[in-house]
Each structure stands twice: as structure tokens, then as C-alpha cells.
């Protein structure tokens, strides 16, 4: 099984992929850069979990 | 000739699958059912599992182009599935990119992340959606990009399983910004999700070259 998993992982060009997650992360923090303050997010952090919407027929 | 039919074969066999994925993804913006539902008034319920038939039928329409010219009908379905699935990335990428907020609150409403991961996740998933889809469609590495795209529909499929899972009565938040309304649409999220899957699955164990270079002799 581990034999298998590792030929697989061999075929992979770990160079592209090593280039893409630098390129997501550059772009993903120029993209926050960017957006307008009201889009903006915090680097570190989360948001608020909104109320579940009640159910149909419910006063 | 048995080329030409299985030409014939994958172009229906795409029509179909675009409009069952289609009906399943947007069944209320989208139905092409609805040209029946004055005979049918009832029809719309099944939007889903109409989509899901045509995807069906796409499929059998797809062995059938094998059958028939089996090199033909593997270049078409590389294509396809490489246009298609890059494709739809790089569209439920965009909206996500151009307000991260906006994504980010709809990441908390799966209560799925640690809180504080849930800006950073909502920053880099759409990049990482909208990189690979590009690279699936425009570079030769296929591979990497499939199997990108393989992790990021099992990483969709576990948040969806687990908000249907836990009754949060969410929304996917694939392709639009919604808030927590309507849950039947999480369903079909990862009913779609599960259809999708099965190809790129395919796409990761071929080898490694451009869409160009696919139909050259």
C-alpha cells in the first residue's frame, strides 16, 4: 500500500505545485490587500455564526 | 465513420451532462424542465433527480463513444473534463475572490474550522480554486492540477456532509454568496460534487500534457 502511494507521490512535479501554493498565498494576501474596507479580513480570526433562519410555519 | 458517431455520441453526451449538472447546481435559476410544467405541475420537485438521470444518460452516451472509437473518445472526455471542471472553478472562484468577507462568513456558518482559520481559509481556498482551474485547462500539468482539484471536492464533500450531518440548515456557497436559508440546497451541492469526482478522479492517473497537445498526432 505504502509502496503504491509512494509511486504515486513520485509522478508528481513537486516543483509546480511548490510554485502554485506560492503563487495562492502572494495572491490570496495581495487580494485582501486590495479589497475595499468593507470586504476586508482580518489575517488571523473569524466570523460570527448567524442565527438559523426558523423553520417554515414558525411564529 | 464509427469516429464521426462517437463525435455525435460525446457532443449529445456533453449537452446532457452540462444540463444535468446545471439542474442540479442551480435548480431554481435553472430548469429546462420547466418547458413541461404545464403538463407536468408537479415537475419541478424532482428538478435534482432529473439532473442526476441526465448525467446518467450523458454518461452511457459516453460509453458508447468508447466503445466506438475508444482513442477518439478518451482524447474528447480529456478535454471535456479539463475545460468543464477548470471551467466551473475558475466561475464559483470569482465571487468568493472579490469579497472575501463575504465568503468568510459563509465559511463560519459550517462551523467547521477553528474560528481563527476562518479568514485565512476564506482567502486562500478561492485563490487555490481559480490557480488550479487555470491549470488544468491552460498548462500541462494535469496531474497536479487534477489531484488539487480531487482534495479540494473531498475537503467541499466532508464540510457538506457534516453541516447536513449536524442539521445546520446551510447553504454550499459554491457559486454564490447566500446566506443560511435553505438546506435542500446543500444536498444537491454534494450530490453534484459526488458526480464530479468520479472524472477528476479519472484525470489524475492520465499523463501529463497540454490541451493542444492532446489532439496532435
Given at each position: 500500500m505504502s509502496k503504491i502511494f509512494s509511486h504515486?507521490?513520485?509522478?508528481?512535479?513537486?516543483?509546480f505545485l511548490a510554485v502554485m501554493s506560492a503563487l495562492v498565498l502572494i495572491l490570496s494576501i495581495a487580494n485582501n490587500l486590495i479589497q475595499p474596507q468593507d470586504r476586508k479580513v482580518a489575517?488571523?480570526?473569524?466570523q460570527e455564526v448567524l442565527a438559523k433562519p426558523a423553520p417554515e410555519g414558525a411564529e | 465513420m464509427k469516429t464521426?458517431?462517437?463525435?455525435i455520441l460525446l457532443t449529445l453526451g456533453t449537452i446532457v451532462f452540462g444540463l444535468g449538472i446545471c439542474e442540479i447546481s442551480f435548480p431554481d435559476a435553472f430548469?429546462?424542465?420547466e418547458v413541461l410544467s404545464g403538463i407536468f405541475p408537479k415537475l419541478y420537485r424532482y428538478g435534482v433527480w432529473i439532473g442526476v438521470a441526465e448525467c446518467t444518460f450523458a454518461t452511457l452516451l459516453a460509453v458508447f463513444a468508447w466503445f466506438l472509437d475508444r482513442a477518439f473518445a478518451r482524447k474528447g472526455l480529456e478535454?471535456?473534463?479539463r475545460l468543464g471542471i477548470g471551467g466551473m472553478f475558475i466561475f464559483a472562484s470569482w465571487f468568493k475572490i472579490s469579497d472575501p468577507k463575504g465568503f468568510a462568513i459563509l465559511v463560519a456558518q459550517y462551523q467547521f474550522l477553528p474560528h481563527d482559520l476562518v479568514n485565512i481559509f476564506a482567502l486562500v481556498m478561492p485563490m487555490a480554486e481559480i490557480l488550479f482551474g487555470f491549470a488544468l485547462i491552460f498548462t500541462p500539468f494535469n496531474r497536479e492540477s487534477a489531484s488539487m482539484i480531487f482534495l479540494m471536492f473531498i475537503a467541499f464533500m466532508v464540510a457538506l456532509a457534516s453541516a447536513l450531518w449536524r442539521d445546520l440548515g446551510i447553504t454550499c456557497g459554491c457559486f454564490a454568496l447566500e446566506g443560511?436559508?435553505?438546506k435542500s440546497e446543500a444536498w444537491t451541492a454534494l450530490i453534484r460534487d459526488l458526480i464530479l469526482i468520479g472524472p477528476t478522479l479519472w484525470l489524475t492517473r492520465l499523463e501529463n500534457r497540454s490541451l493542444w497537445k492532446i489532439w496532435r498526432k
Open positions: 504515486i507521490l513520485s509522478q508528481y512535479s513537486w516543483k489575517w488571523i480570526g473569524g | 464521426i458517431f462517437s463525435a430548469s429546462w424542465t478535454t471535456l473534463f443560511a436559508q435553505d
